[in-house]
């Protein structure tokens, strides 16, 4: 294959993956803009919330992604054996999601020693216990999400995507602000949007794919769930390291006050587009790197690999150009408060500096998760994350009086660092592989 070949077929694998990936955060997306349209205090207690409910739900994600790699390494006519994987992993998700779904509800009433403000505290606790019930459904749909992928079959995927995410702007119409005879129930009813549009995910996703799946046994294999564990958990942990130093950058955030807690929101939230695309490109590679693994084809798997990177750092380039040229308009959808627009017209000034980087971070993170090397990028993610953008973070925001935007730069620089340790360690591997 040349590289010309590599390029069309990552475009061609990615471009569902992508608009799949995009359904999960737009969820989050559709919740912001029509939340912050009645308040800076139900936006600021969404964010709150989310900031929590997020690091939970890309634990989920992380762990459900190593069913992909492990269906796709499989030969396309042993249907049994990929089956497996399909049966112990939707076992492994559902307890998971369970286990995740508990510890938020035991979290829920020590939310005030984070150190938000009081009403935005009080905003928060009810949302948070609804769409952490939605973790449930979300990755009973990740597990038949998973094992389609593995199979190449992106398109089913991303049809109930975007399916369940016009659910999710109808329902929020509805529920939010009180229309067709519902009353009006703000950002709770953000939250009943979101858990209703994800039960209908499952159902539609199990319509679609009922071929693929026929034959499943509900056998379970302990040996098969353990391998699972040994690249989901791993996967897990180094979005659990990103998300949750965002996270914590969020509740830094709301330290400095309510506004700039909500422009930290509305920036991140735009920023997360472009990371849910670029992680999709990261699938889509993951699954054309497991491909070559299988076929032990190290050539071919290079150029997978090095052409992934190449298309994600064009696409982010471009989504760079978008955000500095668009910036203002964006942010009036979110909201019509001054002082929160301001901040956030500024956040996106330096958001905009980062995306290649971002792009190859998790562009690269799928490459080596293709390669089942996963315990070293989780090492990596944690270091540049916890170790550097954390406690410089605080430093910059608190010591050197720089706030939000402080908070930012670190997080800016731990990007470029995360990106480049993954390239090179992608490099390495590869030097070192002999079929």
């Keep these: 294959m040349t590289i010309k070949d590599h390029f069309k077929e990552n475009i061609i694998l990615a471009i569902p993956v992508i608009i799949g990936q995009l359904g999960h955060i737009m969820v989050s997306v559709a919740d912001t803009i ?80 984070f150190g938000q403000q009081s009403s935005v505290t009080l905003a928060a606790s009810p949302y948070l216990k609804i769409i952490s019930t939605s973790l449930i459904p979300l990755m009973i749909f990740q597990t038949f999400r998973q094992f389609s ?61 009922r071929e693929m799946w026929r034959g499943f046994s509900g056998h379970f294999d302990l040996k098969v769930i353990m391998r699972l564990l040994r690249i989901g958990v791993p996967s897990g942990l180094q979005y659990v390291f990103e998300i949750a130093a965002f996270s914590m950058a969020g509740i830094m955030a709301g330290w400095i006050s309510a506004a700039t807690l909500a422009a ?40 997978a690999g090095f052409s992934s990177l190449a298309l994600v750092a064009g696409f982010m380039f471009l989504a760079a150009i978008s955000i500095i040229m668009a910036r203002h308009l964006l942010i009036q959808l979110y909201i019509e408060d001054e002082a929160v627009q301001k901040i956030a017209l500024g956040l996106l000034l330096i958001a905009a500096g980062f995306q290649i980087s971002d792009g190859l971070q998790a562009v690269g993170l799928g490459i080596l998760r293709g390669l089942t090397d996963v315990k070293i990028p989780a090492f990596i993610t944690f270091f540049v994350y916890w170790i550097c953008a954390i406690p410089g973070s605080y430093l910059l925001a608190f ?26 360690r992608f490099i390495y591997l590869t030097r070192r592989i002999h079929f």
């Design 34 to 113: 029509m939340v912050g349209q009645i308040g800076v205090i139900p936006l600021a207690g969404a964010t709150f919330a989310t900031a929590i409910y997020h690091v939970f739900l890309l634990f989920g994600l992380g762990v459900s992604y190593a069913i992909t790699p492990l269906v796709a390494a499989t030969s396309q006519s042993d249907k049994e054996g990929r089956l497996i994987f399909l049966q112990n992993g939707m076992l492994l998700n559902i307890l998971l999601a369970l286990i995740m779904f508990f510890i938020t509800l035991i979290l829920i009433p020590y939310l005030s020693f």
């Design 149 to 209: 992928e593995g199979q190449s079959n992106t398109l089913s995927p991303m049809i109930v995507s975007v399916l369940a995410n016009l659910l999710n702007v109808l329902l929020n119409y509805v529920f939010i602000y009180g229309h067709w005879g519902f009353p009006k129930m703000g950002l709770i009813g953000a939250g009943y949007a979101t858990l209703i549009s994800r039960f209908v995910m499952v159902i539609l996703m199990m319509v679609l794919t």
């Design 264 to 303: 930290h929101q509305i920036a991140l939230n735009m920023v997360a587009v472009t990371y849910m695309a670029a992680s999709g490109l990261g699938a889509a590679a993951s699954i054309r790197i497991a491909n070559q693994m299988g076929k032990k084809d190290l050539k071919n798997l290079k150029l």
């Design 399 to 424: 010591h050197f009086d720089m706030g939000l935007a402080g908070i930012w730069y670190a997080l800016s620089g731990a990007l470029t660092l995360a990106a480049s340790l993954h390239i090179f």
